[in-house]
């Protein structure tokens, strides 16, 4: 699989391989992290959350990771498919606000 | 099926002429929020309503103004657009605000052109 320790804009990789998608937030008091997949053309999708009393979520192929000390999520996709090509953003949530973190632009090859 | 829809998907208006966007929602959510984004940049928050509660982002231009007539509608109003309010114009629902942090979901988005 391939990683990237900071933000990058840009991640490319091979059909099957592990992704990983990091992404740094601002704010201590953010409670709540969403990532989002967004194909061109269209609106961001849901694709899984995290709270802030949790280290590690699970959804079907996707594991989101939150480290607090130093502010930093990440995304892990498992065994990634061309489907999976899209921009990928972090939210995290301030009182009313989300607030997105610049994108990262998935590439996957067959 | 629920979900947050968005007409029109394409919107092209002329400098200066006021163009409305519109948002609904089968979803019955309390909340809903207008949010812009320019090419290969993340989507900023204009504004949303809590029910019939306005909240306005403070760097949101005075320019852009929204309606919510109901639970279900929520309008999107620029009443002299410029070339630089050309963008892609995401509305999102969540379903209650005052309970704590909720999942947004978003719209498909409208597209508005500007000549």
């Known amino acids: 699989g391939e990683s990237v320790g900071l933000h990058l804009p840009t991640l490319s990789v091979q059909e099957g391989d592990n992704s990983i998608i990091n992404c740094a937030y601002s704010n201590s008091a953010s409670d709540y992290f969403i990532w989002y997949k967004q194909e061109s053309g269209k609106g961001p999708q849901f694709i899984i959350d995290i709270r802030s009393n949790m280290d590690k979520r699970q959804g079907q192929r996707v594991t989101v990771l939150l480290n607090k000390t130093v502010k930093h999520l990440s995304l892990q996709i498992a065994a990634t498919q061309p489907g999976d090509s899209a921009v990928y953003f972090c939210?995290?949530?301030?009182?009313?606000?989300?607030?997105f973190g610049k994108g990262t632009t998935l590439s996957v090859s067959s | 099926d629920a979900m947050v829809i968005q007409n029109p998907r394409y919107q092209v208006t002329q400098f200066g002429k006021p163009v409305t966007l519109s948002c609904s929602q089968t979803l019955n959510h309390n909340v809903m929020y207008w949010y812009q984004q320019k090419s290969s940049q993340a989507p900023k928050l204009l504004f949303h309503y809590y029910d019939k509660d306005f909240n306005n982002e403070a760097d949101t231009p005075d320019n852009f103004q929204s309606r919510r007539p109901n639970t279900s509608f929520c309008f999107l109003d620029i009443r002299s657009p410029g070339l630089g309010d050309a963008a892609m114009y995401l509305c999102?629902?969540?379903?209650?605000?005052?309970?704590?942090?909720?999942?947004?979901?978003f719209g498909p988005g409208t597209r508005l052109t500007v000549l």
């Open positions: 939210a995290e949530n301030l009182r009313t606000a989300l607030i």
């Open positions: 999102a629902t969540s379903r209650d605000q005052a309970g704590g942090p909720d999942t947004q979901y």
